[in-house]
């Protein structure tokens, strides 16, 4: 699993829309599709925010980082 797809799934198991996690989060809609399709990269606050939103933990979401593939630059 990826990590756009782990956040993906965690917003969907909460019941949330994109819009209302964009609400909580403090950004626009497009902002949480761009986090959801891989396309905007996550600070370390934004890891620790997202979990307090979506009901998980910095390690948890570390370990989903651990087992993605690696992007071959």
Same mark, same amino acid.
Do not use: H
């Given at each position: 699993?990826? &990590?756009? !797809?782990?956040?993906? !799934?965690?917003?969907? +198991? /909460? =019941?949330?829309? /994109?819009? *209302? #996690?964009?609400?909580?989060? =403090?950004?626009? @809609?497009?902002?949480?599709?761009? &986090?959801?399709? =891989?396309? @905007? +990269?996550?600070?370390?606050? %934004? #890891?620790? @925010?997202?979990? @307090? &939103?979506?009901?998980?933990? #910095?390690?948890?979401?570390?370990?989903? !980082?651990? *087992?993605?593939?690696? %992007?071959?630059?």
């Amino acid at each position: 699993m990826t &990590i756009p !797809e782990f956040l993906r !799934e965690r917003r969907l +198991k /909460q =019941g949330l829309t /994109q819009a *209302q #996690v964009a609400e909580r989060f =403090g950004v626009s @809609r497009p902002v949480i599709s761009y &986090i959801e399709n =891989g396309s @905007r +990269k996550l600070t370390a606050t %934004d #890891v620790v @925010r997202l979990g @307090r &939103i979506l009901g998980f933990t #910095v390690t948890e979401f570390f370990t989903v !980082e651990a *087992q993605a593939p690696l %992007d071959p630059c």
